[in-house]
């Protein structure tokens, strides 16, 4: 079970290749079912219509047959919707390592944020613009820092 649980862990987002679905946030559970012993992975999808997701399950399935599950169920939940807030520390941490900048926490308080909260991931800067609402995927926007001039992708916040 827990071999089952590392197994699907690990499995990496194919858009961000940097960080796993764990990290991500978007597995909500492993679970064994006591009649059959089938593995059952629930997830969670990120930003709605992401074609991501069919690799995602596709990843989960095989990493779960390598790991002595071939018989393994991926189930999709949408409710609650995932947002940009479950990403792990440790995820955030590995955004920034590799140069994307991770999405500011969203306030669900109905205070509006202060803007520019993108710092860039490779001075820290905050001196930082939008290039374009959409980046390498489309999860990503592409910003520029004006600090240093480099270009970085930022995760939107959702
Ligand atoms: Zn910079």
Known sequence: MN??????AAVVDPEIRVITIADLGILRSVEVEPDTGRVVV?????YTG??????????????????????????????PAWSTDWITDAGRAKLAAAGIAPPAPVRRDGVVPLTLAVRCP???SPETEQLSRF????????????????????????
Not at 42 to 46: G, L
Not at 52 to 79: F, N
Request: glycine share 4%; aromatic share 2%.
């Open 135 to 158: 980046g390498s995927t489309a999860c990503k926007a592409l910003w520029r820092c004006r600090a240093c001039s480099e270009p970085f992708d930022h995760v939107k916040a959702l």
């Open 50 to 79: 992401c074609p991501a997701m069919d690799v995602i399950r596709a990843d989960i399935r095989r990493a779960l047959a390598v790991a002595g599950h071939p018989d393994a169920e991926v189930r999709t939940v949408h409710s």
């Open 42 to 46: 629930t997830i969670t999808p990120t």
């Open 3 to 8: 071999a089952a649980r590392e197994a699907v």
């Open 122 to 124: 490779r001075c820290g």
